[in-house]
Structures are given as C-alpha cells and as structure tokens.
C-alpha cells in the first residue's frame, strides 16, 4: 500500500515539474535591431520557415515562434555587424535516452521579420518556406524543403529550392529563380528573368523583358511577353499568348501555340516532336516563313509569296515585305499558320 502511494506521489509530481517546465518555457521571443536603410539580413537557419517584409520602419524586428521551448531544442544566435544582422539557428543534438521524444517529434520555428523597404536579405534554411515582400534590394534564398515567394520586390532576386513551388510577383529587376520539385509561377515581371524546374509546370504572365522558362516535366503558358523568350520543355505542351518581340519554342512532349500581337522582331523558331503547330500573327505582318512537318499538313490562312517549296507537307514564303525568319518543324502533326485579325 505505501509502495502505491509512493508511486502515485511520484507521479504527481512528474506531473507537476513536466507543467511546470512547459508553462514556463520560452515558445515565443522578439527582439529589435538598430539596422537602418540599406542594410543586410544574413540567416542561416535549419527546420525553419521565414517571412520578411519592408516597410516604412527605420529598425529590424524579429519575432520567432515555436510549438516547444526553443532555448531546449535550438542553438539560436542574433550577431550585429555594423548595418547587418546575422541569424543562425541549429537544432540542438540530443542523447538516445534523454530527451528522445522532444528531439524526433519535429520542431519548427517560424521567423517572421520586418526590415526596412530598403534592404537585402539573404536566407538560408533546410526546412522550410521562404516568404519576402515589400523590399528594394538584392534578395538571395534558398532553402531544401519548402516554397519560395517574392513579392512586389525591386532589384535582383535569385531563388532555388529542392522541393516546393515558386510564386514571383510584381518583380522589377534581375529574376533567376529554379525548383527540382515544383511549379514556378511569374506575374509582372520586369526585367531580364530566368525560371527553371525539373518536375513542374511553368506559368507566366505579363513579362517585360529577355528571358527563358524552362522544365523538364510539365507545360508552359505565357500571357502576354514582351521582349525575347526562350520556352523549352521536355515532357508538355507550350502556349504563348500576346507575344511582342520574338521567341524561341521547343517541346518533346507536346504542340506549340504562338499568338504574335504584330510582326516579330527577331528570328522565331518553333519545333515540336509530338504535337502540332499554331502559328498567329496579325495579317499585314511581314517575315519570312518556313515550316515543314512530318506526319501532317501545313496549312496557311495568310497569303504569302512563294519562295521555296509548296507542298503538302512544307513551305517556304515572304509574308508582307519580309523580315525575320519564322522557322516552324513538327513532327507528329500539323502546322498551321492563322491571322489575328
């Protein structure tokens, strides 16, 4: 009876000390910097998710949130240098048989800071997503397992993760971003612009400049570029819609779709190995045509003047006053060449 009661004693006051430590452990700290204008934010951090955003503040913010006591689970450091702030976060290692169960259940930590408009982060975590909005500066992230998302950013922005989705938006500057594990999403971009992804598709609107989009397992579609695009993809179709300026096209995988909004302005070449072709432009545009197929019809609703070979599979021609040579080659079905108008 006494060795019961000693027992259930000890129990309760296991109890006790585990609600204690747990009423009392640090899941939440924020602190403050004096880091001005033009600053920098060097974080290298593991088991983590960021955000940061730009305001009008002349000061950075950090707030960092955790489901357990982060002081038990992580060695995290703040270290001023002049005008740059540098955040390191590692999770702490712990033995087999203490602690087993806090250090294997997963704990996470989410950054979430405010900077000035005028900054430059530069983020590093192994496990988690990347959010930054608001910034006019040199935006560098990368991060092995989760999404990356930009917004409303001016100047250079450069993005790779190993495995999640990426969403540029509003994005004024030098863009290079690449995944190896999901979609890439452009909208409003302006300024030379590099998307690559192994396993996903790619959707672009409202692009301002030279770039390429390319992907090795899904579609492209753009709405609306203006500049000189370089689509390629191994394993889906291409749609290209209101393009101003000239491109280049090839898909292993799929048919091609170009619609030109007037004549274009450099040399265009669209080639598929297993689709067919849809060329449009407005009818009075001028360049030089030649497309051949095999396994189809080449089909044309704009006169033009023959300069080659005219048959049913292949034709060489002058559209308006000539111009810019538009090479189109399928093979696995037809081309046709159609008028906006």
Known sequence: MIKQLLHVFAGILFFLNFAATEAFCARTI????????????????????????????????????????????????????????????????????FGFFKTFRGSSLKFTIAVPENFNPQIRTSGGSISTSTISGT???????????????AGTVSGHTSGGSITCEGITGDLSVGTSGGSVKLDGVE???????????????????????????????????????DARTSGGSININRLDGCATAQTSGGGITMEMLNSPSGDC???????????????????????????????????LEVL?????????GKLGN???LVKLTASGGSIWIKSTD
């Open 139 to 153: 935006v560098d992230l990368r991060t092995s397992g989760g999404s990356i998302t930009c917004k409303q950013i």
């Open 30 to 97: 924020e602190k403050s910097f004096p880091l001005g204008p033009g600053g920098s934010l060097v974080m290298s951090v593991e088991g983590s998710s960021v955000t940061v955003e730009g305001s009008s503040r002349s000061n950075v913010h950090v707030r960092v949130e955790s489901k357990k006591d982060i002081e038990e689970h992580y060695d995290l450091t703040f270290e001023q240098e002049g005008n740059s702030l540098i955040i390191d976060a590692k999770r702490k290692k712990k033995s087999r048989f």
């Open 269 to 303: 070449e669209l080639k598929t190995s297993g689709g067919g072709i849809t060329f449009s432009l407005p009818r009075e545009s001028s360049a030089l045509i030649s497309a051949k197929t095999i396994g189809g019809k080449v089909n044309t609703e704009i006169p």
């Open 191 to 229: 300024g030379p612009f590099q998307a690559r992804t192994s396993g996903g598709s790619i959707t672009a609107k409202e692009l301002a400049g030279d770039g390429s989009l390319e992907t090795g397992g899904g579609s492209i579609k753009v709405e609306g570029c203006r500049g000189s695009l």
């Open 322 to 324: 000539g111009g810019p």
């Open 308 to 316: 080659g070979t005219a048959g049913r599979s292949s034709l060489e």
